[in-house]
């Protein structure tokens, strides 16, 4: 069977799930998000300990997602962090979520983090780890970005919708460079303690 996966991508935080959700009912497609898949089926080779956090087996996820896909037509919305584990030939569109620093940070302390866990996220969005993993896996061709800081997240929908249905040069992943503006705020030491 031929899949056409969308894969939403993107720091925890930046609204990977509340997006899925909402792009799954207007879009009329499945959304799975990846760890709720990994915890529920026990598709997980440990805890890190450190994080707090399952260790996703790959090996027996992929098979798994593989399954769930072609229940669901061939047509699904993937949702994680480490969202570029879905095999390349699935992929028809990756969407990488992308929030300021300092609102992403806002919004882990109001969801309880630790300061260490937080000061982890920040510093991997800010060095845009998602859109590079997604770009590693699928190449610059089906990657976008949409910055989720300070809009509703109906304004997030429409650009979605917008990147699904035509693509869109105006989201081309690369645009968004954290590192770069919080420089020019001379904020950056702030978030490299």
């Not at 969202?83 to 969801?111: D, F, Y």
């Not at 970005?145 to 035509?166: C, G, M, Q, Y």
């Amino acid at each position: 069977m031929y899949f056409q996966l969308v894969v939403l991508s993107g720091t925890p935080g930046t609204g990977k799930t509340t997006l899925a959700r909402t792009l799954s009912g207007m879009m009329g497609v499945k959304w799975v998000g990846l760890s709720d898949l990994v915890r529920d089926k026990g598709l997980f080779l440990g805890v890190d300990a450190e994080r707090g956090s399952l260790i996703a087996d790959v090996e027996r996820l992929i098979p798994k997602l593989g399954q769930l896909a072609e229940e669901a037509g061939g047509r699904l919305i993937v949702e994680g962090h480490y969202a570029e584990v879905t095999p390349r030939e699935w992929v028809e569109k990756a969407i990488v979520l992308r929030t300021h620093p300092g609102e992403l940070w806002r919004r882990l302390a109001e969801r309880g983090w630790s300061e260490g866990k937080i000061r982890e996220n920040v510093q991997a969005e800010i060095l845009g780890v998602c859109a590079y993993n997604a770009v590693e896996a699928y190449g610059w061709e089906i990657v976008y970005e949409i910055d989720t800081s300070s809009k509703p997240p109906s304004e997030s929908v429409r650009e979605a919708l917008e990147i699904v249905s035509r693509g869109g040069e105006k989201y081309r992943v690369g645009r968004i460079n954290w590192l770069r503006q919080l420089e020019k705020e001379g904020k950056l030491e702030e978030y490299f303690k």
